[in-house]
T-cell receptor, first 114, second 110 residues
């Protein structure tokens, strides 16, 4: 089956610093990847759609200058949380689309901003 | 905009009991519906995928049904086990984007 990895699996950082999260499709190429955020006891909320070689499409209410997305290759998308604040603490999950029908989800990255 | 709701939000049952989780969505123009399992602090594990043209899918003790016209899906778990304890999420897709439900937190008591 298709595998999607995320790195790091968890990160703790100080307020004001930037954090980069990587999402990789290990055994397939993904022209489209998605970034989700999940707060405790809540469902996943789509943040942005990342297309290889073009700018990401952000959902309403998501600050594009704060959550920088780069999809430089068919197997890697990165999410950078810039100037992180405690309210950015969350569980970030990516998914990669293998075909029109199928997306595979990464294991998630837990971010804690102190 | 598509909205996905799951009922109940939490469920606690004794081991061995059969149970049903419910999922409803507001826009019936979906591509498919998928049920996921999420363990605490972990990512998503896909359980069952139902295409919009299908009525149900089965895998082991799990059976998922889809009534697209009424905007409903159910996940039936037979003979529940403590290892089934997790949060169950349903999601519908329009082809490009997933819309996730609010989740049902299941606890199976030994």
């Amino acid at each position: 089956g298709a595998v999607v990895s995320q790195h790091p699996s968890w990160v703790i950082c100080k307020s004001g610093t930037s954090v980069k999260i990587e999402c990789r499709s290990l055994d397939f190429q993904a022209t489209t990847m998605f970034w989700y955020r999940q707060f405790p006891k809540q469902s996943l909320m789509l943040m942005a759609t990342s297309n290889e070689g073009s700018k990401a499409t952000y959902e309403q209410g998501v600050e594009k200058d704060k959550f920088l997305i780069n999809h430089a290759s068919l197997t890697l998308s990165t999410l950078t949380v810039t100037s992180a604040h405690p309210e950015d603490s969350s569980f970030y999950i990516c998914s990669a689309r293998k075909s029109q029908e199928t997306q595979y989800f990464g294991p998630g990255t837990r971010l804690l901003v102190l | 905009k598509q909205e996905v709701t799951q009922i109940p939000a939490a469920l606690s049952v004794p081991e061995g009991e059969n149970l049903v989780l419910n999922c409803s969505f507001t826009d019936s123009a979906i591509y498919n519906l998928q049920w996921f399992r999420q363990d605490p602090g972990k990512g998503l594990t896909s359980l069952l995928l139902i295409q919009s043209s299908q009525r149900e899918q089965t895998s082991g003790r799990l059976n998922a049904s889809l009534d697209k016209s009424s905007g409903r899906s159910t996940l039936y778990i037979a003979a529940s086990q403590p290892g089934d304890s997790a949060t169950y999420l349903c999601a519908v897709t329009t082809g490009n984007q997933f819309y996730f439900g609010t989740g049902t937190s299941l606890t199976v008591i030994p």
